[in-house]
């Protein structure tokens, strides 16, 4: 019960934290997220989760950065 209510309080409060951000900042936080979430699943397989999750956390970072760039380009906000 108790990890319940923490996982729900951190989960509002990251929720809550990324209203005032800017859509580069939105992007660029998803991407690190994803690529994070991804690293650290190929990174178990391969024995090492934390270096997975590190690897692909900068991965998706670089990824959502020059996916904004992209879609200003584009003439998209």
């Known amino acids: 019960m108790k990890k319940t209510v923490i996982l729900v ?3 509002a409060l990251l ?3 990324c209203s005032g951000m800017s859509t580069t900042e939105q992007r660029v936080l ?3 997220a994803m ?3 991804g ?3 190929i990174g178990w397989a391969a024995g090492s989760p934390a270096a997975g ?4 956390g900068g991965a998706g970072l670089l990824g959502g950065f020059l996916y904004d760039r992209y879609e200003k ?3 998209r906000p």
């Open 9 to 11: 309080l951190v989960a």
């Open 15 to 17: 929720l809550g934290g």
């Open 30 to 32: 998803s991407g690190g």
């Open 35 to 37: 690529g994070a979430s």
């Open 39 to 41: 690293g650290a699943l």
């Open 53 to 56: 999750a590190a690897i692909g």
């Open 73 to 75: 380009y584009r003439g």
